[in-house]
């Protein structure tokens, strides 16, 4: 099967099934979390979201607050999608989500039911849709009862406003509460989204076993561990990184320990003809629980490499017993707080 955009036909990505529903992912997904705001050319913008639907991704991954500034990743979708991509929307799986902070106040932030219907609302006008397929929690929060959490996703999804319901950074525990809740809601758990790579390897304690059990689909974000895992970081920390920036990757999270365990990781892609960044994503589906990988990118070149991965998932046991050794825990999970309770 192909798909037919802006003037070309592609194959499309290897696909994989949700869980137990009906919804299919693409092996590897879009996340606009970086490289989408209003530091970015639009045109930049624009050539990244059309090569990758031409080469077969189909789901696009938003929050209320990915910019920056706040709302302007969805802005800058959004008018993408009405000048290029609407007359495929059927064909789009596009995802949003709201429990980081977003606007002053107790209603800005967290789980609330007001928090959630009001960002919903408001992700929908600035891209422009009358739907979204997906609509996530994006962190659980202790203060609000995991009910009115929920039962703003049911209703998001009874209003027709959302296709499906979404968590992501939830405990395996807390996951299962969600998927009792909204299954006697009578709104199943579509997907979990967790932070999961070979430096941060913590959704192996439990929370797979329980996606799996459940029939709940699992996409990874941050994959590539901010970047670590995409070979640019082997001789040390560059400028204009995103660790040299000290924003959401630290440099000082990246310890000469790291680097050594990230250094054999490369050699072992490059015995595989990977480069170190296909490897990462091609680990992360080894496991048929995770339905999709969602990375970023910040050209249409670094797209093109990571697309590469899909359908290249299978490895010996010499192989993975080789990345064990080094796919080692590196404090790279600025999420751990959301799934500690």
């Known amino acids: 099967m192909t798909y037919v955009a802006a003037g070309d036909r592609y194959s499309r990505l290897p696909y994989r099934r949700c869980g137990r529903s009906g919804i299919m ?10 490289n989408f705001g209003d530091g970015k050319p639009l045109d ?5 979201l059309r090569r990758a639907f031409d080469l077969g991704v189909t789901h696009f991954d938003l929050a209320n607050n990915y910019g920056p500034p706040y709302g302007s990743a969805e802005i800058n979708f959004g008018r993408i999608m009405r000048e290029d991509l609407r ?10 989500k709201a429990g980081y902070d977003m606007w002053p ?35 659980f929060d202790p203060d609000t009862p995991l009910e009115e959490t929920m039962g703003a996703l049911d209703t998001a999804v009874r209003s027709g406003k959302a296709l499906y319901a979404g968590i992501s950074s939830y405990s395996a525990e807390r996951t299962l509460d969600a998927i009792s809740l909204l299954r006697r809601m009578g ?19 439990g929370l797979l076993d329980v996606l799996g059990r459940e029939g709940v689909g699992c996409i990874a974000f941050s994959p590539l561990a901010q970047g670590v895992l995409t070979g ?12 040299a920036q000290d924003g959401s990757l630290s440099s000082d999270q990246l310890s000469e320990r790291t680097l050594v365990h990230v250094r054999a990781l490369a050699e072992i892609a490059a015995s595989r003809g990977q480069s170190l960044a296909q490897l990462a ?25 990571n697309l590469a991965a899909a359908g290249n998932t299978s490895f010996t046991e010499d192989e993975l017993a080789a990345i064990d050794r080094d796919a080692v825990e590196a404090g790279i999970n600025i999420w751990a707080a959301s799934s500690a309770h």
């Open 25 to 34: 992912l693409p092996e590897v997904s879009l996340g606009l979390w970086q």
């Open 44 to 48: 930049d913008q624009r050539a990244i």
């Open 87 to 96: 007359p495929y929307r059927d064909e789009l799986i596009i995802s949003t």
């Open 105 to 139: 106040g107790p209603y800005g932030d967290h789980g609330s039911r007001k928090y959630l219907m009001a960002s919903l609302d408001q992700s929908l006008r600035r891209m422009g849709l009358e739907y979204v397929d997906i609509f996530y929690s994006h962190r």
């Open 187 to 205: 709104t199943p758990l579509l997907i979990h989204q967790p932070s999961y790579s070979m430096l941060n390897r913590w959704i192996e304690g």
């Open 232 to 243: 640019k970081y082997l001789g040390g920390v560059p400028t204009g990184s995103r660790a």
């Open 281 to 305: 994503l091609a680990w992360a589906l080894r496991d048929q629980r995770v339905t999709s990988v969602l990375i970023g990118a910040s050209s249409v070149a670094q797209l093109e490499e």
